[in-house]
């Protein structure tokens, strides 16, 4: 997808925050409220980006932002919406930030009944695979193999032993007006996301995998590249479900080393090379069905 | 207009006259009448809100946080496992000061499941920083919704009210109730304003962290606001009185306690069936008296004390029990004893658990006691060697 | 416009607010402290092409015309900026 720097809000709506360097979470955060812009109202889950950005008196969101109880996104954003309805306001955006954990773990329930209702909502759901704000514990988007603080990498299990909860695939399952994942890694195309679920009535979901670079074990400087390779290498896909239909935005024709994504990260170092396999085979197997049926 | 209505019912419509914008409910019995009734009345145009059909209570609560957090008057409605299952937004919404009115239709609380009526459910959260009020019968319960409002967003106050109604015994038994006219209704309570919420032009951020520093700031601002709720709830008794000609009693309301000797404290429905017992006493030269406390946060200390001056022994009866100590009332009543400096002896009575009822001679048994003296903790109806 | 730097820092008994809810973007303490690191940008090899601004997590580089220009009071250093530079021109030092 086309996007241009140019048309982007040049205000900052999330400044000053007290995030680690070179966190993903914040990036997504900052670029969808730059397309969003001012006329917009953010609801945050208890989390990384809530603890980082509402510390009275340091209050980072240029617009209006509330933290709402962890499991209470999707539902305080339909309070929200409905709210600043009946105040006569039109033209705004009702967005939610949660991370992994918020979305896939407590705070599905409420995302599920958002979409169910049709509530006009933006959900953003900043995927960086852990609950790092607590101090990296597994949560039901962290990958498999992967080492988190309960999910041990010892002699017995390597890490954790289930994959990631398909969110993209159960918000379509809904039959929501729009979905998308993205990454942080290609915010063009993330920000044309965030643009266009902006223009669709209706309950939106997008998932954007974000970098932590404290939780994943890699350099603060590497967040981006990371997040690209993850895409390049196939372990996640850039794709679109509307209209009820599937659609890939980029197929990467022959994938980067999927090692060498895993090698370079900290959580993932006590891989063996069965494990690798096993995530490669897990992997092929998606995208045989992927390049199959989302046209 | 009079009309025969449940206490459910008579409730709906004291929401419809306080025209919230957004209801956000999720059904449980004994509760379910009102958010039916609420849902005809959106439909049918008599009502102009948003009813938006929650999942579950947790999302009910925080949806109506978020709306209240856009600046408009909500309502939301639930009992029981709801109320528990709230119970995180309880304190949220109290924290964040807003004005959220819910109803609650007192139920017990599983295990063993049960859906009658007893306090266990709202009593168990007394500490999540609401108002909470208790009605005795069906007009009560409208006349609460409006007044709800008024004392839930005054600028004073700014602090959720939960009305509680007895399960069945209140919210399922019909009376007659006079419901007012929307233009008095409307004279009566002031549209919501407040600052406490999002602006475009004058942007917000809400629902903050505080550190040690500020935190307890914050939370002495609340207690703060709870002291002034009690004049306010004057206040708001007065005009209602001026507007729609029925007066209540603040707090508490009290029967024959000027001389009375022998008090029954008890809250909700319960303190009918007090008061004809008192009766009866009063025929047989007995100084009975009964003490009906209308909202126990705030709570009454000062007139429970007033009313209890001339008490020689003093009875607590109540449908809860806090598990390793007594009745949630009871302690909350003698320590409003003890700061006022009265020793007449007090006796907590647990009744009317799981929906068991209260009889008449039960509660002639309780005045009997108290005069003789008893147990400081009694159960009524419980008899090891029966069950 | 963006969030930034308030004179006022220490609240009062009545300045505490009574809700939990204030001014937006009301920054009290920069984050320059955090950095080990710092970018500086070659003017000479910048080709002005704003992958910098883009890919900034705190926000901290603006475009002043084709020239990024960095907020040194709440740049972290994380050194993504030099990262992404195709051109080279961001130098941590």
Redesign the interface.
């Known amino acids: 997808m086309k996007m241009n720097i140019n048309a982007l809000d040049r205000n900052e709506y999330f400044y000053g925050h007290k995030a680690c360097a070179g966190c993903g979470g914040s990036l997504a955060v900052r670029a969808a409220l730059k397309v969003l812009g001012e006329r917009t109202a953010a609801v945050l889950p208890a989390g990384c980006m809530s603890a980082v950005g509402f510390n009275f008196p340091q209050l980072c969101f240029g617009n209006n932002a509330i933290i709402s109880m962890f499991a209470g996104t999707a539902s305080m954003l339909t309070g929200v919406e409905a709210g600043l309805r009946r105040k006569g306001h039109r033209d705004f955006h009702a967005v939610g930030f949660a991370g992994d954990g918020g979305t896939a773990d407590i705070g599905i329930q409420a995302l599920s009944g958002a979409i169910d209702r049709g509530d006009d909502i933006i959900y953003i759901c900043y995927d960086n695979e852990a609950y790092m704000n607590t101090g990296i514990q597994k949560s039901g988007l962290t990958p498999y193999g992967a080492r988190t603080t309960t999910t041990p990498a010892g002699a017995n299990i390597h890490g954790n032993i289930r994959p990631k909860k398909n969110m993209f695939e159960i918000a379509a399952a809904h039959d929501i007006p729009y979905a998308a994942t993205a990454t942080v890694g290609y915010l063009n195309d993330f920000i044309s996301k965030v643009e266009k679920a902006s223009k669709i009535k209706g309950t939106k979901y997008i998932h954007v995998i974000a970098p932590c670079p404290t939780g994943w074990g890699i350099p603060v400087s590497d967040t981006v590249e990371v997040a690209r390779e993850i895409v390049d290498c196939g372990l996640w896909y850039l794709a679109e479900y509307e209209n009820g239909e599937y659609k890939l935005d980029r197929d990467p024709g022959e994938f980067a080393s999927a090692e060498n994504y895993l090698r370079r990260q900290g959580r993932f170092r006590h891989l063996t090379d069965q494990d690798i396999h096993t995530i490669i085979t897990s992997r092929d197997r998606k995208w045989e069905k992927i390049r199959k049926e989302w046209k | 207009m009079k009309k025969f209505l449940s206490g459910d019912e008579a409730f709906a419509e004291g929401v419809r006259l306080a025209c919230p914008e957004v209801i956000s409910a999720y059904p449980i019995t004994p509760q379910t009448v009102v958010v039916e009734k609420l849902s005809e009345m959106v439909e049918n145009g008599s009502l102009d809100a948003e009813f938006i059909h929650v999942e579950s209570e947790h999302s009910a609560l925080s949806c109506a946080i978020g709306a209240s957090a856009a600046g408009v008057r909500t309502f939301t409605a639930t009992s029981s496992q709801g109320l528990l299952y709230m119970a995180e937004g309880l304190v949220y919404a109290s924290g964040g000061r807003f004005p959220i009115v819910m109803m609650n239709a007192n139920r017990a609380t599983a295990l063993p499941w049960n859906i009658y009526g007893d306090q266990r459910d709202s009593l168990a959260l007394l500490d999540t920083g609401w108002i909470q009020s208790y009605a005795e019968n069906a007009q009560e319960a409208l006349d609460l919704a409006l007044m709800a409002y008024y004392i839930a967003e005054h600028r004073d106050v700014s602090t959720p009210y939960m009305a509680n109604l007895d399960g069945f015994i209140l919210t399922h038994t019909y009376e007659n109730v006079d419901i007012p006219s929307p233009e008095q209704a409307k004279a009566y309570l002031p549209p919501y304003e407040t600052d406490n919420r999002f602006d475009f032009d004058h942007p917000t951020n809400m629902g903050f962290s505080a550190g040690p520093d500020t935190n307890f700031i914050f939370k002495y601002k609340e207690h703060r606001a709870f002291d002034r709720a009690r004049g306010i709830i004057t206040e708001a008794e007065q005009r209602f009185a001026e507007i729609f000609g029925r007066r209540y009693t603040g707090l508490l309301d009290t029967y024959l306690t000027e001389d009375a000797e022998y008090v029954i404290v008890t809250l909700g429905t319960i303190a009918g069936l007090c008061r004809n017992i008192a009766d009866e006493l009063r025929e047989q030269g007995i100084k009975a008296g009964v003490v009906r406390i209308r909202y126990v946060r705030p709570f009454p200390n000062d007139e429970i004390t007033t009313a209890l001056r001339s008490a020689k022994a003093i009875a607590v009866l109540e449908k809860d029990i806090s598990f390793g100590n007594a009745g949630t009332v009871y302690t909350n009543v003698t320590s409003a004893l003890h700061w006022g400096g009265i020793t007449a002896p007090a006796y907590n009575f647990i009744g009317g658990l799981g929906g068991k009822d209260i009889s008449a001679d039960d509660i002639r048994e309780v005045f009997r006691r108290i005069q003789t003296g008893t147990d400081r903790l009694n159960w009524i109806g419980v008899n090891e060697n029966e069950h | 416009?963006?969030?930034?730097?308030r004179e006022k820092?220490t609240?009062t008994?009545d300045e505490?607010p009574?809700?939990?809810?204030?001014?937006?973007?009301?920054?009290?303490?920069?984050?320059s402290g955090?950095?080990s690191v710092t970018p500086y940008v070659d003017a000479d090899r910048c080709i002005g092409c704003?992958q910098c601004?883009?890919?900034?997590?705190?926000?901290v580089i603006?475009m002043d015309g084709k020239v990024p220009v960095l907020d040194y009071d709440?740049c972290?250093?994380?050194?993504?900026c030099?990262?992404?530079c195709p051109r080279q021109a961001i130098e941590?030092r």
């Open positions: 416009m963006k969030p930034y730097i820092s609240f008994f505490i009574e809700e939990t809810c204030f001014e937006a973007g009301y920054l009290v303490t920069v984050n955090w950095r704003s601004y883009l890919y900034c997590p705190d926000g603006s709440f972290k250093g994380c050194g993504i030099s990262k992404i941590m």
